[in-house]
């Protein structure tokens, strides 16, 4: 086990696994410039680091994130608004190719639930509380709060919680969509985590396709789904880890990959 810390960010590798913490108790793991670029600065090393093969972020068993930081936000101008350095930390996070799973306990609001909605899912705990409440401040979602929002859990619901700032529980969450397990608070981590092991195990190149293909799914059409699906499942076919893990199953053993 490594383990690497800084003000904004507890970084901890086990395995094939690295954890991701956001660590601003002292105000809900309020997403604040530095702590995006530090997100996403993490997110690019580990695009590079073939030891990781998924990672987890989570924050503490009050808040995942209970939102951007207004008192930052009160501040800016809308010439900062238009030069924003977050702006880019939000793709670079939302770019990352590797499978991330967000493990979210307590609150979870504003740029905090569009942070959980840039993984690839989420496990809640059962106090969790998800929302976009911007438009009680007179402002709005401006990190995928409504893009996203709508392709998880549908036109109806997405506007609902968008134009109304109503929060949903964990289980309203589950039956809407938006995450894909609940489970006890304590227990919240432990279960992203072994669930980021399994994944991690597994082919490399399959996992990336995978991931690719289920996200290209949410900009195209059925047809050229298909279509690119069908390429990439013939690239990942023609990798040396496919045979490998053909051969592992024929002979009941273990396989071993190298990511080629």
């Not at 998924?54 to 930081?69: E, L, N, R």
């Not at 900062?80 to 670079?92: E, S, T």
């Not at 799973?101 to 979870?108: E, L, P, Q, T, Y």
């Amino acid at each position: 086990m490594s383990a690497a810390q800084d003000n904004l960010i507890l970084a901890a590798q086990v395995g094939r696994v690295l954890t991701l913490t956001l660590n601003r108790p002292q105000a809900l793991n309020a997403l604040n410039t530095a702590l995006l670029l530090e997100l996403a600065q993490q997110l690019a090393t580990a695009e590079q680091n073939d030891s990781i093969g998924a990672v987890v972020i989570t924050g503490s068993q009050k808040a995942f994130a209970a939102g951007a930081d207004v008192k930052e936000m009160a501040q800016m101008n809308a010439v900062d608004l238009h030069r924003d350095p977050r702006v880019q930390a939000w793709a670079d996070i939302a770019r990352f190719s590797k499978p991330i799973i967000a493990a979210v306990n307590g609150f979870c609001l504003g740029g905090g639930c569009e942070l959980a909605m840039c993984a690839d899912y989420i496990i809640a705990g059962h106090n969790a509380s998800f929302g976009q409440p911007e438009v009680k401040l007179g402002i709005m979602p401006g990190a995928g709060g409504t893009q996203r929002l709508m392709r998880l859990v549908g036109p109806a619901k997405a506007k609902q919680m968008a134009l109304t700032g109503a929060t949903l529980s964990a289980k309203q969450a589950l039956q809407a969509g938006l995450v894909a397990e609940v489970c006890p608070a304590e227990a919240t981590l432990d279960k992203a985590q072994a669930q980021a092991q399994q994944i991690a195990s597994y082919a490399p190149i399959a996992v990336a396709a995978i991931k690719d293909c289920c996200n290209k799914a949410l900009d195209v059409e059925l047809n050229q789904g298909l279509q690119y699906e069908r390429r990439s499942y013939c690239v990942v076919s023609s990798s040396e880890d496919r045979n490998e893990g053909i051969d592992a199953f024929l002979n009941k053993r273990k396989p071993t990959y190298q990511n080629r």
